[in-house]
């Protein structure tokens, strides 16, 4: 018997295409999404512990969306509901670049570390959008290269 047997695959037609990784953590969205949360953590231990609107909760809450929306996504079992996820994620990292905006407009954060995390979140959503590009190609029955740099759901 062949050990290279592949399971066959539940997604309709419409649905079918470059098939998905197999774990969201190997996504580069999704890694460089995950050291975001991780920096606006680290960034947000340092705010003023009588922050009353509750800033780095909100930031830290919309920063992990982000990554937390891909889980999800990719965790749901059409092509079309991780599409609607990757469009939360989307919404979540501009909402993110928003709150590191005031942030630094209050003072709690410095231009530089401003500048950073709002590129990696740029980064991100031009990612995204790839990827939702990838999940949507009508081109189904021709491969697409893999592109590092924007997560594509082909495997390797």
């Known amino acids: 018997m062949n050990a290279d047997v592949r399971i066959r695959s ?83 990292a501009a909402v993110a670049s928003y709150h590191l905006l005031l942030a630094k407009d209050l003072g709690h954060v410095s231009l530089k570390d401003y500048e950073r995390l709002r590129d990696g979140y740029r980064r991100v959503n031009q990612m995204l959008g790839r990827l939702a590009e990838s999940l949507s190609d009508e081109r189904q029955n021709i491969s697409r290269p893999k592109h590092a740099d924007t997560g594509s759901m082909e495997e390797e």
Not at 24 to 34: C, I
Not at 36 to 56: H, I, K, N
Request: charged share 25%; proline share 7%; aromatic share 6%.
């Open 10 to 92: 539940t997604q309709t037609t419409a649905e079918k295409g470059p098939p998905r990784p197999r774990r969201v953590e190997d996504l580069e969205v999704f890694r460089l999404a995950h050291d975001l949360v991780l920096s606006v953590f680290q960034l947000t231990d340092a705010f003023p512990r009588d922050d009353g609107a509750g800033l780095a909760a909100e930031l830290r809450r919309t920063a992990m969306a982000v990554p937390a929306h891909l889980a999800e996504g990719s965790g749901r079992p059409t092509r079309a509901e991780f599409r609607s996820f990757i469009g939360i994620a989307q919404g979540a």
